[in-house]
């Protein structure tokens, strides 16, 4: 297909038992005018092998090899080979409606936009792969042209949506015009990173209530998990990246403050969790200091009175994260691990 409408960005490494379901929910679609752009990024497993065969059958399916690089590498390597008039980025162990291009083709005959988010499902499935309980998130239909209309209300929720990369469609001329791209390795943050800058450019973004895409929640033993020394310092990363877009959107300064400070906690807590519960050659007296040196961090500081918490655990964790108190935070942690 010489002019596809759009391009699917699909990169695969270590997928072998998810890509099957990946890729014929693409070839599913009830709109046929699409490329498929399968990014083998030097997987060790059969993704490469499984892929092929789809490219094979199928014309529109697009096999391409390379080094691995990571997941942005991957997705930049898919944006300067794509020809889709509109990009999207899918992850090869999801799956999406069949319904996902049509329902965007024809918002796009109507509004031509740059950015399109939709709604997605939080699917938990067993190791088994039986799924155990779907959660729907989604915004509300809303067309925003920045800068001369009321920006969206925020809240936790729409937060989310706008960080992933999975749930949006983007004009690939917009995204030529600004020559965005993925911050090659840069794990955890990198959706918010390119998603803030391109915020930041858009003029116009569709937000659509319907849930199109699949996103597999799947038990893996915490044994297997690995810690990320440098969680903290991404974290730091998306916390002022998402500032200049949220200005420009036109909140206000407490609101800002406010969601800055919710962002920071949730990724703080993410950043404990991972130091305590997944494997790491650390010692206990060095994951202490880590921790204050999280707790004691000017942005930690100049923010958590801003953070607004929901719930009675979360007013206590304000409060240990406020007077820095390292030492309770690990025994509670420690705590539940064993229970």
């Not at 209309?149 to 004009?171: F, Q, R, V």
């Not at 810690?227 to 998306?238: A, R, W």
């Amino acid at each position: 297909m010489n002019n596809p409408f759009f391009s699917v960005i699909m990169p695969a490494y270590k997928v072998e038992q998810y890509i099957a379901k990946a890729v014929e929910s693409v070839l599913n679609q009830s709109f046929e005018n699409f490329e498929l752009l399968i990014i083998n990024d030097g997987s060790p497993d059969n993704s490469a092998a499984l892929a092929k065969d789809y490219s094979a059958l199928d014309s529109r399916v697009k096999l391409y090899n390379k080094e691995n690089g990571g997941l942005s590498d991957a997705r930049n390597f898919g944006i300067e080979h794509a020809k889709g008039s509109y990009l999207y980025f899918m992850d090869s162990d999801d799956w999406i409606e069949n319904d996902l291009l049509e329902s965007i083709y024809n918002k796009i005959q109507i509004n031509p936009v740059d950015i399109y988010v939709f709604g997605y499902f939080l699917d938990q499935e067993d190791q088994q792969g039986q799924l155990l309980k779907r959660h729907p998130t989604k915004p509300e239909d809303y067309k925003f042209d920045i800068g001369t209309e009321k920006a969206p209300k925020l809240n936790g929720d729409l937060m989310g949506l706008l960080g992933y990369a999975w749930n949006k469609i983007y004009s690939k001329i917009f995204i030529d015009y600004y020559k965005l791209r993925y911050d090659q390795g840069i794990s955890l943050v990198e959706d918010m990173l390119f998603n803030a800058r391109a915020y930041q450019k858009a003029n116009t973004v569709v937000m659509i209530e319907d849930c199109f895409y699949h996103y597999i929640s799947r038990e893996v033993p915490t044994l297997i998990k690995s810690y990320h020394k440098d969680s903290f310092e991404l974290i730091l990363s998306k916390h002022h990246a998402i500032k200049p877009f949220l200005v420009k959107w036109g909140y206000g300064k407490n609101k800002i403050k406010q969601t800055m400070a919710n962002n920071l906690v949730v990724g703080i807590q993410y950043c404990i969790n991972n130091l305590l519960y997944y494997k790491s050659e650390l010692s206990t007296a060095e994951k202490k200091k880590y921790i204050n040196e999280i707790l004691q961090h000017k942005e930690t500081k100049k923010y958590i009175d801003y953070y607004q918490p929901s719930t009675k655990s979360d007013q206590l964790y304000k409060k240990l994260i406020k007077y820095r108190l390292s030492s309770v935070i690990m025994y509670i942690k420690s705590w539940k691990k064993a229970a």
